[in-house]
């Protein structure tokens, strides 16, 4: 789906967590997973550095799926005191930022194309101290059978959450939010709270879109 006009609910067989997640993810946190990086998302992260100074890396905020960057905007106006990066790995979202090329800098915010689940690593293996992490509206994949690509059952979960800070998901499906708490309680060892996103800011313009098609929306907020 893609913003504008009217947006039906995720449809999905699937009401509730799926009864292998725990399995899943006790899986990836015990085989580190090994799958070659993306050579153009390595190219993309080392053109990114190059754009922060030493400081700077201690303020960092990440829009993980960033789309347009139109919730990366909306991010660096929040927190003006850090730099917010917008990773998609999208060169059509990006193509009006100019973005689709190469990491783009406007004031306290950067765009970069590149493929979340290399960015990740490549973070943690940079040392990252990430401040927020936000997660925004990912795609749902509601079939069961696609568990292992919803990001809390896919291999790089354990990388994910390794790069810390506060990490906010919000979605408009609740089985999805319900597994994220899940998987991140299974981690960490504590239990994670979802809640009814009563006022949407409009953060992002999927967020936009669900809130004016009457859409209940969800959040959890870990770390």
Same mark, same amino acid.
């Given at each position: 789906?893609?913003?504008? @006009?009217?947006?039906?609910p995720?449809?999905?067989?699937q009401?509730?967590? !799926?009864?292998? /997640?725990?399995e899943?993810v006790?899986?990836?946190l015990?085989?580190?997973?090994?799958?070659p990086?993306h050579?153009?998302?390595?190219?993309?992260?080392?053109?990114l550095?190059?754009?922060?100074d @030493?400081? $700077?890396?201690?303020?960092?905020v990440?829009?993980?799926?960033?789309?347009?960057?139109?919730s990366t905007?909306?991010?660096?106006?929040r927190h003006?005191?850090?730099?917010?990066i @917008?990773?998609?790995q999208?060169?059509?979202r990006?193509?009006s930022s100019?973005a689709?090329?190469g990491?783009?800098?406007?004031g306290n915010?950067?765009?970069v194309?590149? $493929?979340?689940?290399?960015?990740?690593r490549?973070?943690?293996d940079?040392?990252?101290p990430?401040?927020?992490?936000y997660l925004?509206?990912?795609?749902?994949?509601?079939k069961?059978? !696609?568990l292992?690509?919803?990001? !809390?059952?896919h291999?790089?979960?354990?990388?994910?959450?390794?790069?810390?800070g506060? /990490?906010?998901?919000?979605?408009?499906?609740?089985?999805?939010?319900?597994e994220?708490?899940q998987?991140?309680?299974?981690?960490?060892?504590?239990?994670?709270?979802?809640?009814r996103?009563d006022r949407p800011e409009?953060v992002s313009?999927?967020?936009l879109?669900y809130?004016?098609?009457? !859409?209940?929306?969800?959040?959890?907020i870990?770390?």
């Open positions: 789906m893609t913003p504008g @006009g009217d947006s039906r995720v449809r999905s067989a009401a509730a967590p !799926h009864p292998r /997640l725990d899943v006790r899986r990836h015990a085989t580190p997973w090994r799958q990086l050579p153009p998302s390595i190219e993309a992260f080392g053109a550095e190059s754009l922060l @030493g400081d $700077e890396r201690n303020r960092l990440l829009d993980s799926g960033c789309g347009t960057g139109a905007r909306f991010l660096a106006d003006p005191g850090d730099v917010v @917008g990773v998609d999208s060169a059509a990006l193509a100019g689709a090329n990491p783009v800098r406007v915010r950067v765009l194309r590149a $493929e979340l689940a290399t960015f990740w490549l973070a943690l940079a040392g990252w990430l401040r927020r992490h925004l509206y990912p795609n749902p994949w509601p069961a059978a !696609h292992r690509r919803r990001w !809390h059952g291999p790089v979960f354990p990388a994910m959450l390794a790069l810390g506060r /990490l906010v998901l919000r979605t408009n499906w609740k089985v999805y939010v319900d994220f708490a998987a991140v309680g299974l981690v960490r060892g504590k239990s994670v709270t979802v809640t996103v409009g313009p999927f967020e879109k809130a004016q098609s009457g !859409h209940p929306l969800f959040e959890v870990a770390g």
